[in-house]
Structure formats: C-alpha cells, structure tokens
Nanobody
Framework: QVQLVESGGGLAQTGGSLRLSCAAS????????MGWFRQAPGKEREFVAA????????YYADSVKGRVTISRDNAKNTVYLQMNSLRPEDTAVYYC??????????WGQGTQVTVSS
C-alpha cells in the first residue's frame, strides 16, 4: 500500500505562484508514473499533469501548459507541481495519484488552491 499526502496549497493572487508537493510513504513510487489532477466546485475531476517514472517524459493539460511544471525526486519519494501565472480558474482541490490515470486506486487527500482575482 502507498499513502500520498499533498501539501503546498493555499491562497494566491492572480499571477502568483504555488508549489505543490506530494509525498509518498509505504512503498517507493520510483517505478510508477505519477499524476496531478484537480477538482473545482461543481465540476468533475480533471487531469492536470503527469510524469513518467524516470521523469524523462511529462504531459500537461492544455489549460495549464506553459504555466505548470511537474517534477519528481525519487530519492525523496516526492512529486511536485510548480504552478506559475495562476488564474482564478485554477482554483480547485489538487490531488496526486499513482499511475496518472483517473482509475488509479491510490490518491492523496488533496490540497486546496484558491486564486483570488
């Protein structure tokens, strides 16, 4: 079993930045692709970014491309999401998961990101 804990969310102004972290425990995530997803109030959960197990490949939703960078430190068993040029529409609860698919069995509890206009 793997446990995921997100942190780093909070309140930011439009144009600001936040760095989210997803710390894994229980087993190594170094052999797994990892993903970030988000869910805004009243909306379905959506894909944000993914990174391959080695970190060599990254993927982004069109809505965040150019503003967000996903990275990982396998030695620390942690995945990051650097978010720049934040917009009010980025307001959501952000979740990381193992496997980077919506059907993953392993999700964190989420961290709230609120962007004020």
């Amino acid at each position: 079993q793997v446990q995921l804990v997100e942190s780093g969310g909070g309140l930011a102004q439009t144009g600001g930045s936040l760095r989210l972290s997803c710390a894994a425990s229980g087993r190594t995530i170094s052999t797994y692709n990892m993903g970030w997803f988000r869910q805004a109030p009243g909306k379905e959960r959506e894909f944000v970014a993914a990174i391959s197990w080695s970190g060599g490949s990254t993927y982004y939703a069109d809505s965040v491309k150019g503003r967000v960078t996903i990275s990982r430190d396998n030695a620390k068993n942690t995945v990051y999401l650097q978010m720049n040029s934040l917009r009010p529409e980025d307001t959501a609860v952000y979740y990381c998961n193992v496997g980077a698919t919506m059907t993953s069995d392993y999700w964190g509890q989420g961290t709230q990101v609120t962007v004020s206009s």
